[in-house]
């Protein structure tokens, strides 16, 4: 766990010590955002063997923090705990062993917690260097949200020109991304999102057709437009909605879940179990005399295991985002302090693109 060996630099849980002189945005309880966070001094992390020290710019936020902040979310550190996933800043110091990279640089970064800090550390593997014109906005999306999608879109399947792609929360950070990246390669896309208002939206990022799942059932209007099968299905909600995108595939089709957005309506324990029903069971025989596959994608499992791949999917990202290619999206920018709105407006779900906080 290259991550965790590290030492105390890496730590996000907030403890007692001296020399405290940075501030950072602190999980304390959980439940509603007005009353989950608070604003406090803490150490000011130094940057260890192969990590860089980075003066945090801005923190993005992601909806796996909205489901840490519930409590729903097992890879989260124990509170009162120092959340985020990605920053944008300047590297203010490198530690031993790091060649890529010198102080004074501006970089996007993923950080597997510890980034809704003024400083940040993470390995040097998980940074890369950004234009000094770039919007905090994209340099953040492109380190979770887009890399996430790289990895779903790039690395677990082969997209060909007019494969048919169906993508879930299409509005979202990572399904803006998905998008954009299936749209490159010419595939025919099926957005679905959770309002008409997001439709034009999903459109206006290349989708050919957008789906509202709340006022529709997504199985049926995409079977009204096209008599062919899905080729692939990237799903981010989980329960019955992977159930029925899986239903859409073909021989050949593959789908693949990178979260499970519908925990959050989910309220007890028996809620809990249900959901793990409404995925179903498939048969591994089943999937084999079908000729389909289930793919599942947690990017946290990939940082810790695997960072040379995570160092491979933000360099295509940031070199994509830096010709044009890819358009990252900003759906929202907030002070530090507005964390709890921040927080709030992403959970309403009306939220497009990548929502962000600054210092």
């Not at 060996?5 to 996000?12: F, L, R, S």
Request: charged share 25%; hydrophobic share 40%.
């Amino acid at each position: 766990m290259w991550w965790k060996d590290k030492g105390e630099a890496v730590k996000c849980r907030i403890q007692k010590k001296q020399n405290i002189n940075m501030k950072a945005v602190a999980l304390v309880r959980t439940g509603i955002a007005s009353r989950a966070f608070e604003i406090k001094e803490v150490p000011k992390p130094e940057a260890g063997p192969g990590q860089i020290l980075i003066k945090v710019e801005a923190f993005g936020l992601n909806f796996a923090d909205v489901i840490a902040r519930h409590g729903k979310y097992k890879d989260a550190p124990p509170i009162p705990a120092v959340l985020g996933y990605e920053v944008v800043g300047r590297i203010e110091s490198i530690g031993k062993e790091v060649l890529s990279f010198q102080p004074g640089q501006r970089v996007t970064a993923f950080t597997r917690f510890g980034g809704y800090a003024e400083y940040a550390v993470t390995d040097a593997r998980a940074a890369a260097r950004i234009p000094e014109d770039m919007d905090a906005g994209v340099g953040a999306a492109l380190a979770t949200q887009y890399c996430t999608a790289w990895f779903c879109a790039e690395e677990m399947v082969c997209l060909h020109k007019g494969d048919q792609v169906l993508i879930q929360a299409a509005a979202g950070g990572v399904g803006t991304a998905l998008t954009q990246l299936c749209k490159r390669k010419g595939c025919v896309v099926f957005g679905t999102t959770g309002s008409d208002e997001k439709m034009e939206y999903v459109r206006s990022i290349g989708a050919d057709y957008a789906i509202n799942y709340k006022s529709h059932d997504f199985v049926q209007e995409i079977r009204k437009i096209t008599d062919k099968p899905i080729d692939v299905v990237f799903d981010s909600g989980g329960g019955k909605t992977f159930r029925n995108g899986k239903s859409l595939l073909g021989a050949g089709g593959r789908i693949i879940g990178y979260g499970a957005a519908e925990q959050m309506e989910k309220k007890t324990i028996l809620g809990s179990i249900k959901l793990l029903f409404d995925f179903g069971f498939t048969n591994p025989v089943f999937l084999l005399m079908s000729s389909k596959s289930i793919l599942g994608v947690n990017m946290l499992r990939m940082a810790d295991q695997r960072p040379d791949v995570l160092q491979r999917c933000l360099k295509n990202v940031v070199a994509l985002a830096s010709v044009g290619e890819i358009q990252p999206k900003v759906g929202g920018k907030f002070k530090a302090t507005e964390i709890a709105e921040a927080h709030a407006f992403l959970e309403s779900r009306k939220s497009t693109g990548k929502i962000i906080l600054n210092w």
